[in-house]
């Protein structure tokens, strides 16, 4: 009979007998974002680090997200102090770089160091778009207020900032206010941000072409000038100081992602910069991804995942960006007039950052209207004026709401 | 409901606030790159355009003689073909084109499939 004891014993310490209907499901969702990212290409990156991540999360008793367990021990003399009696998982320690603010600005530092900033030096005016579009982030804020009014759901102000925030399109944005906000919705706001991001081809076309006509799809816009090195490597820090002494609350973001895009710039004055550049750009920013992908999926355990707020945060998520993508077209629709005819409004709609994919659905859009119409250069200049943009927004919900 | 009343006044506060302050601040920024471009931008490039045009216009001319029979989207290529290898000899003087010929893309196909992936990886 002891072997049998022993087989039942084994058994107990497997993960079937532990497993909760929530963990199956998760699990289940996780295999089919894989899918997804795999297969389908949805943002592969992300999605990959962040589905195995939920994988992780969930297998029962594995304690992966498993914070340290202290004992305090008391001595013969009275004092206190306190022992680790377990260490905690792998993913809860990697998990702090989230929780403290860390990874997002690292991530912004090797995006910095990737973006060219060139076509909004070049037109100061597309920078408007980008803060057109951002409009979505506070209608979405407003909605998620509103739904308190239906019963099962509630949001308080600091969540629906941080679901409002997906509306920017912007991944680490995102990712950082909900860690200061609301940690315990960063899975759902997570995963329907970068889903949503790599969605952007299929949602943005038909908002876009619902609100422009055809003539003034096809505009031609003029080309853009040259920009000077110095104004390249006086941006950067000009726009530091700007931003993070108007918003101290952003200065994280955006002086990191301003430090790497003056390390980019740099290089052609220090060619020794150049090693600080390619780290940012490639082994930091992918390390980082790895990590931040990885716990952002592993927060999406099923107790706090499967409940009838993450439905709602998908639909609003859905309504941030479309609401996004429209103001920024409408409001592109205010330059082609105010220009007379030289601002092609589909430009608008890459106010939401979600760079590079925005500006290549404008061009398509563009594309397709006139066959001859580059717009890719003009839409980047939008583009990474939205990236400044929703780090302002979140700048100003932090301040505004982190105190509450 | 007067609690709800209250969260939702503040919460209007902030989307006024907080648009307000991503147009102000975007807006200045905006103004201060108008003010980059006059300080540090070079005046040059203006000059350049001019001193191509009336090259372009000069060295058109025979070559539209040359290829009358061309189609006529094709007359504004040979122009620009014309500029340039006017401009890239340096001369003023009348050059005359007598043929251009077309020279059709000699990459094998990996090498033109590595170059296009290179180009999107850029963006």
């Known amino acids: 009979m002891s072997l049998w004891d022993e087989f039942l014993k084994f ?12 963990q199956a499901v998760m699990l289940t969702t996780s295999c089919v974002l894989m899918y997804l990212a795999l297969k389908k290409g949805f943002e592969p990156l992300l999605l990959v680090p962040i589905a195995f991540g939920m994988l992780l999360a969930n297998i029962p008793m594995a304690g992966l997200m498993d914070g340290p367990v202290y004992e305090t021990v008391v001595k013969d003399n009275g004092e206190h102090y306190h022992k680790i009696k377990e260490v905690g998982g792998v993913l809860y320690w990697l998990y702090q770089g989230v929780k403290l603010g860390i990874y997002p600005p690292l991530i912004f530092f ?41 019963p099962g759901l509630s949001f308080t102000l600091a969540e629906a900032a941080s679901i409002g925030i997906i509306g920017g399109a912007d991944g680490p944005t995102a990712i950082y206010l ?62 530091t100081l700007v931003v993070s002494i108007i918003l101290p609350s952003a200065a994280a973001l955006i002086g990191l992602l301003m430090l790497g895009n003056l390390i980019r710039e740099a290089v052609d004055f220090q060619s020794v910069l150049n090693r600080l550049s390619k780290t940012a750009q490639n082994e930091l920013i992918n390390i980082v991804t790895i990590f931040l992908g990885v716990t952002v ?108 | 409901m007067s609690d709800f009343g209250s969260t939702m006044t503040y919460t209007l506060i902030v989307t006024l606030f907080g648009m307000g302050i991503v147009f102000i601040v975007l807006i200045l920024l905006q103004y201060i790159l108008e003010s980059m471009r006059i300080i540090f931008s070079p005046k040059k490039k203006e000059a350049a355009v001019q001193k191509v045009t009336p090259v ?68």
């Open chain 1, 110 to 150: 090797g995006v910095g160091a990737m973006t060219d900033f060139g076509p909004l030096i070049a037109n100061p005016r597309s920078i408007l778009l980008g803060a057109a579009a951002q409009f979505g982030i506070f209608t979405t804020f407003i909605g998620a207020m509103l739904l308190n009014l239906v």
């Open chain 2, 56 to 123: 372009a216009v000069e060295a058109a001319e025979p070559v539209q003689q040359a290829a009358a029979a061309e189609m006529e989207d094709e007359e504004e290529l040979l122009a620009v073909i014309a500029a340039a290898v006017s401009c890239c000899m340096g001369t003023r003087s009348n050059i005359v084109v007598r043929s251009i010929t077309r020279v059709y893309d000699q990459t094998p196909a990996w090498g033109r499939a590595g170059r296009s992936e290179q180009m999107q990886s850029r963006f």
């Open chain 1, 11 to 22: 058994y107990y310490s497997m993960g079937f007998a532990a497993m909760t209907w929530q």
């Open chain 1, 178 to 239: 909900t860690s200061k906000l609301a940690p315990h919705l960063l899975g759902p706001i997570a995963v329907a941000a970068y889903s949503y991001m790599a969605l952007v081809p299929l949602i943005q076309p038909p908002i876009m072409r619902a609100l422009t006509t055809k003539e003034e799809r096809e505009v031609v816009m003029d080309q853009l000038r040259q920009v000077s090195k110095t104004e390249k490597i006086v941006f950067p820090i000009i726009v």
């Open chain 1, 297 to 404: 999926g592993a927060t999406a355990n099923g107790e706090i995942f499967l409940k009838p707020q993450t439905m709602a945060i998908i639909a609003l998520g859905l309504a941030a960006f479309s609401g996004g993508t429209a103001a920024g077209v409408l409001f592109g629709k205010v330059m082609y007039k105010w220009t007379g005819g030289k601002v092609n409004p589909l430009i608008g709609s890459a106010g939401v950052s979600a760079v590079p994919m925005a500006a290549r659905v404008s061009q398509k859009v563009g594309q397709e209207a006139n066959p001859g119409n580059f717009l890719l250069m003009h839409a980047m200049g939008p583009n990474v004026a939205g990236v400044i943009g929703s780090a302002v927004a979140a700048g100003v919900l932090l301040a505004m709401i982190g105190g509450k």
